[in-house]
Nanobody
């Protein structure tokens, strides 16, 4: 069973930066390397939304509003996905979830809270 564990969330001032990590276990290197992985977030009173995703064939894509501020990367040998977030605003506040999709099966982490506030 695939397990995803996010880390790196916290409280940051507007304009600050955070780097989230999502470590996968219970899968293989080849599956992780070719799976589609994504970062989602759910703000207070909002629906969960896709922030960034990376697929084996499609590269990395970002939702409007974070491109240029957020950078997603993947270390296949560590089976870890990262989300570097910069120039954070209060609108970036929410619980950030990691997702792995492999052959139409979705796996989710438990989420990590990001709060942007002065």
């Amino acid at each position: 069973q695939v397990q995803l564990v996010e880390s790196g969330g916290g409280l940051v001032h507007p304009g600050g930066s955070l780097k989230l990590a999502c470590e996968a276990s219970g899968t293989t290197f080849s599956i992780f390397a070719t799976a589609t992985v994504g970062w989602y977030r759910q703000g207070p009173g909002k629906q969960r939304e896709l922030v960034a995703s990376e697929s084996f064939t499609g590269g990395t894509k970002y939702v409007d509003g974070v491109e240029g501020r957020f950078t997603m990367s993947k270390d296949n040998h560590k089976m870890t996905v990262y989300l570097q977030m910069s120039l954070l605003t209060p609108e970036d506040t929410g619980v950030y979830y990691c997702n792995l999709n492999w052959r139409s099966e979705d796996y989710w982490g438990q989420g990590t809270q990001v709060t942007v506030s002065s």
